[in-house]
T-cell receptor, first 114, second 112 residues
Framework: KQEVTQIPAALSVPEGENLVLNCSFTDSAIYNLQWFRQDPGKGLTSLLLIQSSQREQTSGRLNASLDKSSGRSTLYIAASQPGDSATYLC?????????????FGEGTQLTVNP | DAGITQSPRYKITETGRQVTLMCHQTWSHSYMFWYRQDLGHGLRLIYYSAAADITDKGEVPDGYVVSRSKTENFPLTLESATRSQTSVYFCAGLGGINYGYTFGSGTRLTVV
């Protein structure tokens, strides 16, 4: 059974810092990995999607990397801002032969202080 | 266009009542999912559907029923609500250009 772990569970940083959020998964047979952002009381917003054949994806100040063989992904946020404060979730989709159900980590709650 | 629309946003119901949460999609997602989110448990899959008239159980299906007679709608019914079903429910779709998931805004359900 796939298990996804996110470390740290919570992180508080001053504005302007570069930071890294970690995601690890136990079964490397994944189809893709997706990073989401969730604001309090809101739904999940997709940030980045990395296919299993890719090593990284970038969107603005966000960069996500994937090392499938070691079961790890990182989300790098450059020059953090108070508006980045949210919970960040990673989710893995199993290989196609196993269906399309996502397995989520429990998230990292990020607070960026002005 | 949000792609996935859930209704209602908030619902309070009494123990034992039947309640249906609605999910409508406008992007022709083939796969659709229902998750519940609870503190300490994260997101857990309740049911999913690969296409119209094809549904399957997820991790926590007990007490829930789904149907998918049309591709665009995927309602979730709590047949006899219990307090343990107080949660935030999210509907999601899989498909589109990038084959990523799209989530609705959620329904916050309170069972009293």
């Amino acid at each position: 059974k796939q298990e996804v772990t996110q470390i740290p569970a919570a992180l508080s940083v001053p504005e302007g810092e570069n930071l890294v959020l970690n995601c690890s998964f136990t079964d490397s047979a994944i189809y893709n990995l997706q990073w989401f952002r969730q604001d309090p009381g809101k739904g999940l917003t997709s940030l980045l999607l990395i296919q299993s054949s890719q090593r990284e994806q970038t969107s603005g100040r966000l960069n996500a990397s994937l090392d499938k063989s070691s079961g790890r992904s990182t989300l790098y946020i450059a020059a953090s801002q108070p508006g980045d404060s949210a919970t960040y979730l990673c989710a893995v989709r199993p290989g196609e032969t196993s269906g399309s159900r996502l397995t989520f980590g429990e998230g990292t709650q990020l607070t960026v202080n002005p | 266009d949000a792609g996935i629309t859930q209704s209602p946003r908030y619902k309070i119901t009494e123990t034992g009542r039947q309640v249906t949460l609605m999910c409508h999609q406008t992007w022709s997602h083939s796969y659709m999912f229902w998750y519940r989110q609870d503190l300490g448990h994260g997101l857990r899959l309740i049911y999913y559907s690969a296409a119209a008239d094809i549904t399957d159980k997820g991790e926590v299906p007990d007490g829930y029923v789904v149907s998918r007679s049309k591709t665009e709608n995927f309602p979730l019914t709590l047949e006899s609500a219990t307090r343990s079903q107080t949660s935030v429910y999210f509907c999601a779709g899989l498909g589109g250009i990038n084959y990523g998931y799209t989530f609705g805004s959620g329904t916050r359900l309170t069972v009293v």
